[in-house]
């Protein structure tokens, strides 16, 4: 005699899970198969069939082999063998050529289901046509590629334009300003009048082609920096230097505090000067008439911290990231109201960023602005920038004229 009540009770076992299984693998939206330990197909769902355009009976008890071409049969087959060996479970993508001829992206998740013994564990396969989705990730790599060729072009192009524009821009300010020094003859009131705006709207258009060059060639990587040791209080001295007809127009105070511990940083003495003109030409340009501008400067551990407060219109908090941001106006009324093509804070920004430091602001609409920028003192890497000599030519033009009117003249 042989107690079989513990074999009848696995069968029963072994029985109820394979139903389970065959329910669960029906039940899946997708292409689902199968498999015992010997690559024999158990189960398939509707799916599968449509797959292969065989049906199920004809599916069940037959190996990949009945179905692909035995090369490519061959590498699945031996792959699910050691799954379902080793336990494991794999998610990858593969290539499928359907019954119709049409080829497929498809993602295959194969899941191992250990069994009553070591026998009994099988392999549960899940296909996914991932067709559409693989081309539309193409369609949008291709068009990402395009816009970027085409901001590149563009870069390009406006860099271009911008040195056309600039190398005669300089000779209409030189020759203007020539004329003001009336070295060639006097001028009368009207004169004087026309040549000063002329040099005016020279200088500003010069300093709006001069921003534009500067973000197009931080976008295209063309700026480095020219690293030397400037002395901080002196610095921000000639910006508020720069700055005092505009600030003198309304009546603005510029009062600076400078710890007294810190004296120096190693930066780009063009680049940190632009840094804190545009930031306090903003601050003034921005406030009210017989207000107040505030600067400090303070060292934080191994960097330099310098904020600018003003007591102007201020910033939605909503609007902080906005205004770092190249052509962005936060209210056209008011831009218009006081210039500026959104060009200024945008090269604060990058120009922060190239120090290896950061800018933020903290404002309220009607409760002013402080703007607040980082750098490290001491730098690791100092890079010499290549200066464009664009100006040269016109420069050396006017120096000639000057020199031909003294010789005219004795």
């Known amino acids: 005699m042989e107690d079989l009540t513990e074999v009848k009770r696995l ?25 015992d330990r010997n690559g024999v197909y158990i189960a398939c769902n509707k799916g599968f ?12 008890g037959k190996h990949i082999y009945d179905f692909i071409p035995h090369k490519i049969a061959e590498n699945y087959h031996a792959m699910d063998i050691g799954l379902v060996k ?39 396969g899940i296909m996914i046509d991932i067709t559409e989705r ?31 524009l600039r190398t ?11 004329l003001l020094s009336e070295t060639v003859g006097p001028l009368n009131e009207k004169q004087k009048r026309y040549t000063e705006n002329i040099s005016k709207s020279g200088n500003h258009l010069l300093d709006v082609i001069n921003d534009v060059l500067d973000i197009s060639k931080l976008e295209l990587g063309n700026i ?24 003198a127009d309304k009546n603005i105070i510029i009062e600076s505090y400078i710890e007294k511990d810190l004296k120096t940083v ?44 003003d007591e102007g219109i201020g910033i939605q908090e909503s609007d902080y990231e906005k205004v770092f941001q190249p052509f962005v106006q936060i209210d056209e009324s008011i831009s218009r109201k006081h210039g500026g093509v959104g060009l200024g804070l945008a090269l604060v920004k990058r120009f922060v960023e190239l120090h290896g430091g950061k800018v933020w602001v903290k404002a309220s609409p009607g409760g002013g602005s402080i703007f607040t920028f980082r750098i490290p003192k001491n730098p690791q890497n100092k890079i010499r920038e290549y200066m464009s000599p ?7 033009e006017i120096e000639r004229e000057k020199e031909k009117i003294k010789e005219e003249a004795n």
């Open 168 to 178: 005669p821009l300089n000779a209409v300010i030189g020759f203007s300003d020539l």
């Open 224 to 247: 480095e920096l020219y690293y030397e040791t400037v002395d901080v209080a002196g610095i921000i001295e000639e910006v508020q230097r720069v700055l005092s007809p505009l600030s």
């Open 86 to 124: 080793h336990k494991r479970n794999h998610v990858y993508e593969t290539s499928l050529k359907f019954p119709d001829g049409s080829v497929h992206q498809v993602m295959l998740n194969k899941f191992i289901f250990s069994g009553v013994t070591e026998e009994d564990s099988v392999l549960l």
């Open 134 to 164: 693989k081309q539309a990730e193409e369609r949008m790599l291709q068009a990402k590629m395009v816009a970027e060729a085409a901001n590149r072009a563009k870069t390009t192009f406006i860099v271009n334009m911008s040195h056309e």
């Open 266 to 309: 190693i930066a780009d003495r063009v680049k940190l000067k632009q840094i804190l003109y545009n930031i306090l030409n903003n601050a003034i340009k921005f406030s009210s008439e017989n207000g107040k501008v505030n600067i400090y400067a303070e060292p934080r551990e191994d960097m330099i911290e310098i904020s600018v407060e």
């Open 49 to 60: 069939e449509n797959l292969l355009r065989v049906q199920k009976q004809d599916i069940i």
């Open 11 to 35: 069968e029963a076992v072994r029985l109820q899970q394979t139903e389970t299984l065959r329910k669960l693998v029906g039940s899946i939206p997708v292409p689902a198969f199968c498999k």
């Open 390 to 396: 664009v100006q040269i030519p016109y420069n050396l």
